[in-house]
Nanobody, 118 residues
């Protein structure tokens, strides 16, 4: 079973950039679809971006399209979320998650806080 650890969150100003990283343990990382989710206070968790095992297909939510990019390096067992032009509404706890192509997201990291001040 893969385990996930996020890093890279912090406090930034509107317009700044951050890159989140999600380090995975386990030899089967390359078999998993990876996703980034976020949850703001008082709101439901939402999907931000996903990437297939090969990296050939990605999805980015409309709310972050053109600003956020998901990528992965299977040699390093790491998935990234590059976040540019951050807005206060991007403030949330960001979670990394993994799933097999045919199943639900069932492996989650502990989350990393991103706070964007205006």
């Amino acid at each position: 079973q893969v385990q996930l650890v996020e890093s890279g969150g912090g406090l930034v100003q509107a317009g700044d950039s951050l890159r989140l990283s999600c380090a995975a343990s386990g030899p089967t990382f390359r078999n998993y679809v990876m996703g980034w989710f976020r949850q703001a206070p008082g709101k439901e968790r939402e999907s931000v971006a996903t990437i297939t095992w090969s990296g050939s297909s990605t999805y980015v939510a409309d709310s972050v399209k053109g600003r956020f990019t998901i990528s992965r390096d299977n040699a390093k067992n790491t998935v990234y979320l590059q976040m540019n032009s951050l807005k206060p509404e991007d403030t949330a706890v960001y979670y990394c998650a993994a799933k097999t192509p045919w199943g639900p997201y069932d492996v989650w990291g502990q989350g990393t806080q991103v706070t964007v001040s205006s």
